[in-house]
């Protein structure tokens, strides 16, 4: 399985559940069809907007097939699978699952559970998934998310890991929110590591900084304006005014979490989406919180257009 080096703008994308929380299979390539039309060049599925350890085995498998369906109407879409959990044989069943099932790359979150790992055992962790889930071609992206996980992923970690599996260790997911980490991952990396950005308002900045794309929440539906980002930097111009947009976005978004529940809301709301549940622990966001949302973004001239 061969694929060319990745990059671009790909939506962390939601998880369509239906009222009982089950997965709404039917309702994933529409979901990624537009946000193929909306200027995405791929998908995260099951990341963490997507809700991703809330499923069970079995059930990211069916959503990672149901997404396949893509490709028949938009065959440059790419997709990434979310693939990482504290279990280490779940993680290798999961990751072997979603290369088996076509998908571009893996986004591998370390085992979370476990604070207090050191980089020697996360390098053993990840050894592990990469030996027996990763085959030569396909490439596997670390998560760095440490304000959620608990768990940096070092330079010193992914120098380690690029060096003992060149090409199948890929690069990484950066949603550490810092721009001096971006900088230091340009700058210890270049292009040597694939770096997405998930940051909205460190977008341009990280891109600068050697980043070769974002995967973000706000491209559910602000994927128009990342895209204008991403293509200026790839003509060597900036898009100062573009970029403040999507920091105001963020900004404001940013305080009415939980992100998928008000992503779900703003796609409904905005797109014609059904209104998708979200799974517990998370709730749905209520109609005046909603309400005050969208009189936001309306307020500011950021309420997006379809």
Request: net charge neutral.
């Amino acid at each position: 399985m061969e694929h060319s080096v990745l990059g671009g703008v790909f939506a962390a994308a939601v998880t369509p559940l239906k009222a009982n929380f089950a997965p709404d299979l039917a309702a994933i390539p529409p979901l990624l069809s537009f946000l193929a039309r909306r200027g995405c060049h791929g998908a995260l599925l099951l990341g963490t907007t997507g809700e991703g350890p809330s499923f069970a085995q079995a059930e990211r498998v069916a959503i990672f097939e149901a997404a396949r369906a893509i490709s028949a109407e938009h065959p440059g879409f790419r997709l990434l699978a979310g693939t990482g959990t504290p279990s280490l044989e779940e993680t290798i069943a999961l990751t072997r699952a979603a290369y088996d099932l076509g998908f571009d790359g893996t986004i591998v979150l370390p085992p979370y559970y476990f604070r207090r790992a050191t980089d020697d055992g996360l390098y053993a962790w990840f050894g592990a998934v990469l030996e027996r889930a990763v085959p030569e071609g396909a490439q596997l992206f670390g998560y760095h998310i440490p304000g959620v996980s608990g768990v940096s992923l070092s330079l010193d970690l992914l120098s380690r890991l690029a060096a003992a599996f060149p090409g199948r260790f890929a690069g990484l997911k950066d949603s550490s929110a810092d721009l001096e980490h971006a900088r230091a991952l340009g700058a210890r990396f270049g292009p040597a590591l694939v770096i997405f950005n998930g940051t909205d308002p460190l977008f341009a900045p990280a891109l600068a900084a050697g980043a070769a794309g974002c995967i973000t929440a706000p491209a559910n539906l602000y994927s128009p304006e990342l895209r204008q980002v991403w293509d200026a930097s790839a003509r060597g111009e900036e898009a100062t005014a573009v970029q403040a947009r999507i920091a105001a976005v963020r900004a404001i978004l940013d305080r009415y979490p939980p992100a998928p529940a008000l992503m779900k809301a703003l796609l409904a709301r905005c797109a014609g989406f059904p209104r998708w549940a979200v799974r517990p622990p998370l709730l749905a966001v209520d109609a005046a919180t909603e309400a005050r949302a969208a009189a936001e973004l309306e307020a500011a001239g950021l309420l997006p257009v379809p």
